[in-house]
C-alpha cells in the first residue's frame, strides 16, 4: 500500500517530466540494496521503503554526486536518518543537492541486515506494529531509540506520512517541495506523529542513561574486547567520507621492530595488533559531533559490538557541548566553525574530573 | 640605494625602519632609550597588558637582520639638522647602551663575572645592567658590551623623519593622585607577566579585589586630546573584568564615546550584555571618601584613568634643532603630506596629531612614498640561487650542540655526527665545515631561544646545502638547566628532534612572481593617489568614469583644515592630472575576476587584463545631516566633525563631536538626535565585494583585516607585522574603506600603494617551511579546511574538487592540518607521522 | 629508564610559537625552575595540534598533555585559539563521557609576557598530576597498569 503509492507517485512524477531519475531501495536475495533508475519502465522493480537499511543512502548519493551536481533531476527516497546524513554531508560539501529532491518517510525502523538474511520480516509487519503504536522488537537497537523517526521540516523536500493514518499523505518540508508537489497537483495532507516520535525519545532517555560506556581504561577495553579492528565501522559509517583513513596511514601506523619492543618494556607487555582502541576514538574526535545516529556502525560490526552505544552517546554528549544537531540545525558543523566568546568550561584546570 | 634618518621608535617609526629597509633603503634609526621600547609608546602605554616587549621589535629585528640595512644609536638626541633634501647632515648626541640588545647572547657571563643585573623581557635575552662595563668588555664572548660614552656623531641623510613618542597627559585633574586611583596603564599591569586572573585584580592601599570598579576616559572633557584608543580600551578593560568575575559591579564614565574603528561600537553593546554600566555624563566630579572615591555619586573601591596624549614639551627644542614649525604643540605639516614646512623633513605618527595605532601604522607605510621624491632609488639584492643537497631516504643527521645552551647537562643521544661548539652562533665557519665534512643531509641545532637565533642559524646550514626543511631546533637553554631540568628531559628532546628531522625531505617552497601591474577600481581621491604612486612604478589601469571634485571634507590638520574650497579644488585637479598621465583608464563593466594574489585576470567588458595586485577605492555619497556620528562606524562622526568645523552649522552630536586636532575647538554642538551625516556606500563597491566573496561591515563598507573592529582592540601583535600578502593582493581604501576624510584618503592610500609595491616583487610564501599542501590522493574536498584557514590561502579547485593552496597566502599556522580527518592536509615540516616521533620521544 | 624515573610524571606541552613558547623563554630566561616533567613541543599555532596527537601522547606514556596558546583575541594567526579550543573541548568530552579523566588533557592562554605565569601553571599542573597518579590511558590495549585506579 505505502509502497504502492510512492510508485504512483514516481510513476506520474516521471510522466510529468519532473525527475528523471529515482534512486529508492530495490530488493536482493537477502537484502535490500539501493538502485538508480532512468526510466518509468524500471520503477516496478523499487520497493521505496525497504525493512532493511544495509548502506545508508545518502552515502550513495555522495558517490553519485561527489564530482558534480546529479545531470537529471533525481528524486531520493531516504529514511529520517538518511536525510539528516544527506544534509550533514551536503554541508561537507559530499553531497551535491541542487539537483536532487529528497523524499522522507515515518520510518518504522529497519531490520538488521543479517537477522532480515534469517528470518525475513516484512516491512508490512514493521508497518503494522508502528500503526498500533509499538516500536518492533525485530528493528535494530539505533531504530529504537531513534531521535527523529519522522520527517523534519527543512530537511529533504517532501514528507510521506504513514503513522496514525490509513491513507499515506504528502506534506511539503522545504519550499522546493511544496513546488514539487503542486506541480504534481497533490494537496499536502496532515497526519499526526507526536506519539510516534515521544516513544523513541523516551526510549532514547532510557538508552543514554543505562547503556553508557563508563569506567576509562577497563570500560572501553571490555567493550572492544572482541574487535577485530576490521574497520568496518567506519566504511559503512557515512559520515567517514575521507578517502582515505588517517588510521590507515602506513607512514604513521607502521612501526620499526624497536618501537613493538620498546612499548612492550614499557607498557608490560602490549596486545596485538596496536592502536585498536586510537582507532576508535580518533574517529570519535574527528567526526563525532556530526554522527547522525544511524547505527550503521553496529549492523556493520562482524562480531556484533554494540558500537551504537560507544558513538550514539560519546556523539550525543559532544553534540550537547557543541548545541548542534547533526542534519537537523542548519549551521556548520562544529569542525568547521568558533565563536569568540564559548566553551571557557574547557580552559585551565577544571578539578572533579572523573 | 636611498638613505633616510628616523628619530623616534613609537609603531610610526619602528615600521617606517623596517618598511624603508625592505625596500632597499638604508635607515639610521635614533633611539632615544637604552634599547628600543624603553621609552614608551603609545601602543606600550595604552595596551601594555599582552604587548611583549620582543613582538614589538619582532618585524624590526626581522628586517635588521634580513636586510643589514638598519643602523641603531641609542640614548640619542638631535642637535642640529644642516644641509637640504638629499643632503642633509644630522648631528646627534649618542651614547652606546652597555649592552647591545641585539648582539647579546643572554649567556649571562657577565652576570657570573662582572656582577650584572637583568631585566628579564619577554623575547630578549633581556635588559642587562653592569657596574664597571670598561672591566667587562672582554668577558663578553659576543662581544656586546660597549663603556657608555657619549659621542656626537653625524649622520648624512637624504630625508629625515621624526616620529617622537606619545606622552600620557597629566590626569591630576580628574582625581589621579587620590588613594586606588591607577592611570589605565597602571591597571593593565596588574596583570602583566601573571595572566589574567580576579587575583591578580587587587588595589593598591589593601591589596584585596575591588567590588566595585569604575573606568574614565576624560576625552570631551576641557579640551582634553583624546589619543582614539582610549575609550576602547577601557571598555575592552571593563569588559574583561567582567569576564574574570561576574560579582565585580563595573562602571564606565564617558562624556563622548570616542572609538576609532569600523564597527567598534560593537564594543558597546558588549559591555552592556556583559553587565557593565554605562554612564554618558557632562560633569565629572571626585572626592575620596576613606580608601573609596566618589566619582558623580558612586562610591567605587577602585577607579581608573585612560589618559590620552599631550604634545611633549621637549618636542619644541627638537623642532627647533630639526628647522620645523610647531603648531599647537604638535609638527605642522604642509598640506595634505606629512612633509613639514621645511623640505624634505617629515614628521609623523604621535608628533603631529592624537591618533590609532592604525593610523600609526597607516603612517609608517605612507611615509616610503612621501620620502620618494628625495632619495636615490631602492636597491634589494637578490638571493644567489644555490645547490641543495637532496637525499630524501638516506638521512645522515648532524647534530650541533650549543655548549652555553646546555649549561653543564649532558646529553644521552646518539646522531650521525655530534658537534659541541661553546658558542654556536658565534661560529658559523665551523658550523659550515662541519656539516661539509660529515656529509650530513639534516641538521639539528640544539641551542637557546629560536625567536633569536633559528633564523640565522638556518642560514647558516642553507649555505651549507641543508634545504630549511631539513633542519630542526631545539631550545636546550630556556627548556633545560635554566628552569631546573634534567639530561633525560633534554636528551629526550634533542632526540625527539632527530627522528623528526630524519622523517624530513627536500621541498621546494615555492616563490611567486607577480604580474607587474595594478587595477585601481573607483574615482575616490584615494584611488586617484594610488594611481598616481603606483603608476611612477608599474603599469596601472584605472577603471573609473567621472571625476566629480568630492566634497572638502578636508582633515583635521591645521593646514588641511584651513584650506579654501579654491585651493582644494586646485589641488584635486593637480593630483588628476598627475595620476591620469601615466594610467591606462578603463571604462565599462567588470564582468569577472579570476586569480589569486600575484596574478588576477579582469575581464571589463571585452577586455582582459592581468594584474598583481587590485585596489578598490571607490567614492560614496554623503548623506549630509543636522547630527554628527551616524552608523556603526565611528569613522563617521570624524567626517561630521570636519564638516561641522568647514561650514560650522551642526547643532547636534550623538555619542562624539570631535576629533584629534578638531578637539582644540571642537565644533559647537549639544547633545540630541537627529539626521546623522553617514556616507553611502557605492554600487560598485558593493558589486565587486561580492565579486570577491569580501565581508562588509554594518554600514556597508568592506572590511579590512587590520582594522577588524575588536581585534584591532586586542589583538596587539597584529600591529607588529606587515599587512601586503595579509590582504591576498586586494585592498580597499577610499569611501570603499571607511568614511575617510580627504587627508586620511591620501595617506591611507599611499600607505595602501606602499604596500602594493613590496607585492611587486618576487616573494616567498609567508608561511616558509611551514607551508600547508594537500595530499590529492587523499583529499574528499569536504572544504573543512577551507574554513579553517584564516588567510583563505585554501580553496576547493572547482575541476579537480579537492582543496588546494595558494602558497603566496598560506601563514603555516597549521589550522587546516588540524582540522582535517584524513591528514590530507599538512604542514610540510609537521606531518603527522613526524609528530607522532615527536611524542613518541619526548615521553621517554 | 629505571624504576626511580618511572615516578616522575611526564607532561607534553604543545606550546604556541608566539604566546606561549615565549613564555616558556622568559619564564628560562628568567630562570624560573619548574618540573622536568614538562616536555615541550613548539608548534606554529595551538591551532596546528589534532586532538589525535593528544591522545597519542597520552597513548604513548605521558601522564597529562597542555595545550598553550595566545589569549582570546591576540592568536598571531587571528583565530588559531579559538579552533584550538574546539579541539580540545572535543578531545575532552570524548574522554569524559568514557569516564576518562578529562583532567589530563588541559587548554591554557599563555601570553608572550607571562613567563611567571608559565612557570607557575607548569609547577601547578605537575603537582596536580602527580597526586592523581600515573595515566591509565597508557596502558590501553597493554597487559600492564593497574585497572583500578585510585
Known sequence: ?354 | MGKVLIFGTNVASLRAAANFARYGHKVVLLNRGNYISEIRSQLQIQQPRNLCNGCLKLFLKKMYRITGNITVYHNSEILSVEGAPGNFKVKFRTTPPVVDEWKCLGCDICVEKCGATVKRLPLSPGIYTIPNPENCVDVCPAKAINIPEERIVEESAEAVILAPEFEEADVSEFGYGLKNVLKSSEFELLFWGVGEDIKHLTRPSDGKIPRTIGFFAPAGFKSFLGSYEEVARILWQAIKVKELSKDVDVHVYLREVRLYGKGQLRLLDIARDKGVNLHIIDNFTISQSGDNVVVNGDELELFVIAAGQKPSEWWSKLADAAGIEIENGFALTRPYSLETTRDGVFAMGEFVRPLSNPESIYDGTAIVREAERYISPPVVEEDTPHEYIKDDFNPKVALFVCECALEGLSLNVKADHTVYIPYLCLEPKRIISEIKKSGANRVVFAACSPMHFETKLEKIADRAGIPPTCIHYVQLKEHGARVGADSRKISALVRAAIEKVKRDYYVDIPRKDPVKAALVIGNSVAALVIAAELSRHIKVYLLADDFTPPEDVTGILPASLRMSRAEFLKWYESLKNDALSRVTLLNGEIESIEGKIGSFRTKIGDTVIEHGVLILADDGEIEKGDTIGGGVNTHHARLGAILAARHGNVPKYELMRSYSLLDLSPPSATRGEGDTITVKVSQLTLKIAEMLSLELDEDGFVKGVEEDPLLHVENTNIKMRPFDQYTGGIFISGFSHSPMPVESQIIHGEAVAQNALFLMREFDSPAGKWLSVTNPRRCAGCGICVEACFTKARYIDEEDKIAKVEPALCEGCGACANVCPSGAAFIISYRADQMFEIVKEVVK | MNKEEKQEPVIVGFFCNWCTSAAADLAGTSRLHYPSSIRPIRVMCSSTVDPVYLLRALQEGADATILGGCHPGDCHYISGNFKARRRVAIVKTVLKSLGFDDTRVRLEWISASEGQKFAQVMNEYTDYIKRRGQSEFKYIDSLGGDSNEQ
Open chain 1, 1 to 354: 500500500m505505502s509502497n504502492e503509492k510512492l510508485r504512483e507517485f514516481i510513476k506520474t512524477a516521471m510522466s510529468k517530466g519532473l525527475i528523471g531519475a529515482v534512486m529508492a531501495p530495490t530488493p536482493t536475495e537477502t537484502s535490500y540494496t539501493h538502485a538508480l533508475i532512468t526510466s518509468k519502465r524500471d520503477v516496478d522493480k523499487l520497493v521505496p521503503i525497504a525493512p532493511v537499511m544495509q548502506w545508508n543512502g545518502a552515502d550513495m548519493l555522495r558517490r553519485i554526486t561527489r564530482l558534480g551536481d546529479a545531470p537529471r533531476k533525481t528524486l531520493a527516497i531516504l529514511r529520517p536518518c538518511e536525510a539528516r546524513t544527506f544534509k550533514e554531508l551536503v554541508k561537507f560539501n559530499q553531497i551535491k543537492p541542487d539537483n536532487i529532491i529528497v523524499l522522507v518517510y515515518d520510518c518504522p525502523g529497519t531490520v538488521h541486515v543479517r537477522d532480515y538474511a534469517k528470518k525475513k520480516i516484512e516491512l508490512e509487519t514493521l508497518l503494522d506494529e508502528m500503526q498500533s503504536g509499538k516500536i518492533s522488537d525485530s528493528v535494530r537497537e539505533a531504530c529504537k531509540i531513534c531521535e527523529y523517526p519522522v520527517p523534519v521540516e527543512n530537511v529533504g523536500d517532501v514528507g510521506y506520512g504513514l503513522f496514525g493514518t490509513d491513507d499515506p499523505v504528502f506534506f511539503p518540508l522545504s519550499e522546493k517541495g511544496s513546488e514539487f508537489l503542486s506541480a504534481l497537483g497533490i494537496t499536502p495532507g496532515e497526519r499526526d506523529a507526536e506519539k510516534w516520535v515521544r516513544i523513541h525519545r523516551e526510549n532514547r532517555a532510557k538508552w543514554l542513561e543505562n547503556e553508557r560506556i563508563t569506567g576509562g581504561r577497563k570500560g572501553i577495553e571490555d567493550f572492544l574486547s572482541s574487535c577485530l579492528n576490521c574497520h568496518n565501522c567506519k566504511n559503512m559509517c557515512p559520515i567517514c567520507f575521507c578517502k582515505e583513513c588517517f588510521f590507515e596511514d602506513r607512514t604513521i601506523f607502521e612501526y620499526n621492530p624497536d618501537k613493538y619492543y620498546d612499548w612492550a618494556d614499557d607498557k608490560e607487555g602490549i596486545r596485538l595488533p596496536t592502536d585498536k582502541v586510537l582507532f576508535h576514538l580518533g574517529r570519535l574526535v574527528h567526526m563525532g559531533t556530526s554522527c547522525i545516529g544511524c547505527g550503521l556502525c553496529q549492523q556493520a560490526c562482524p562480531v556484533d559490538i554494540p558500537l551504537y552505544r560507544l558513538f550514539g552517546i560519546v556523539a550525543h554528549d559532544l553534540q550537547k557541548v557543541f548545541n548542534y544537531t547533526p542534519g537537523i540545525t542548519d549551521d556548520p558543523p562544529p569542525v568547521m566553525d568558533f565563536r569568540e566568546d564559548e566553551l571557557h568550561e574547557f580552559e585551565g584546570l577544571r578539578e572533579g574530573g572523573e
